[in-house]
């Protein structure tokens, strides 16, 4: 993410909301503490889609609308993420290839083998381009 703001032209700003959980309820918790900052930001980019979709329902409850005022990107693609309004823009990972990783690793650890906590997976995503985005605009 941060090559693809900089080759834009763009900073990465700041993490604005430390971890929580990935739920519905933590993105409507976030949405009060999203609508306190100054300046507002215009775009959030979220760890998943059920913590999106809390959160544009808690920016909708606020008066903020999406894409309008903020646009607002999930990670998942679950089938959801389609069928709210505005449907979510989103980063679809394969979850069959990530349980084949995932079972293989245990497979080999239960036969023995020695797996490495330091491992790195990378396994491919792609971007599933919605309406919940829009062009880049000037900070409120």
Same mark, same amino acid.
């Not at 763009?10 to 999203?34: T, V």
């Given at each position: 993410?941060?090559?693809?703001? $900089?080759?834009? +032209?763009?900073?990465?700003?700041?993490?604005?909301?430390?971890?929580?959980? @990935?739920?519905?309820?933590? +993105?409507?918790?976030?949405?009060?503490? @999203? &609508?306190?900052?100054?300046? %507002?930001? /215009?775009? &959030? #980019? %979220?760890?998943? =889609?059920?913590?999106?979709?809390?959160?544009?329902?808690?920016?909708?409850?606020?008066?903020?609308? &999406?894409?309008? =005022?903020?646009?607002?990107?999930?990670?998942? =693609?679950?089938? /959801?993420?389609?069928? &709210?309004?505005? *449907?979510? /823009? /989103?980063?679809?990972?394969?979850?069959?290839? #990530? +349980? $084949?990783? $995932?079972?293989?690793?245990?497979?080999?650890?239960?036969?023995?083998?020695? %797996?490495?906590? =330091?491992?790195?997976? !990378?396994?491919?995503?792609? @971007?599933? #381009?919605?309406?919940? !985005?829009?062009? *880049?605009?000037?900070?409120?």
């Amino acid at each position: 993410m941060a090559q693809a703001l $900089a080759a834009h +032209g763009l900073a990465l700003p700041e993490a604005r909301f430390g971890s929580r959980d @990935f739920s519905l309820e933590a +993105g409507r918790g976030a949405a009060a503490e @999203f &609508v306190a900052l100054a300046p %507002c930001p /215009t775009a &959030v #980019i %979220c760890a998943s =889609d059920q913590l999106a979709i809390g959160l544009a329902s808690g920016l909708h409850a606020r008066g903020l609308r &999406v894409p309008d =005022d903020v646009s607002l990107i999930g990670f998942d =693609d679950i089938q /959801t993420a389609e069928l &709210v309004i505005p *449907p979510l /823009t /989103t980063v679809r990972q394969d979850r069959l290839q #990530i +349980g $084949a990783q $995932a079972a293989g690793l245990l497979l080999r650890q239960l036969a023995g083998a020695n %797996c490495a906590p =330091d491992k790195i997976v !990378t396994l491919p995503v792609s @971007f599933q #381009i919605r309406n919940s !985005t829009s062009a *880049p605009r000037p900070a409120a």
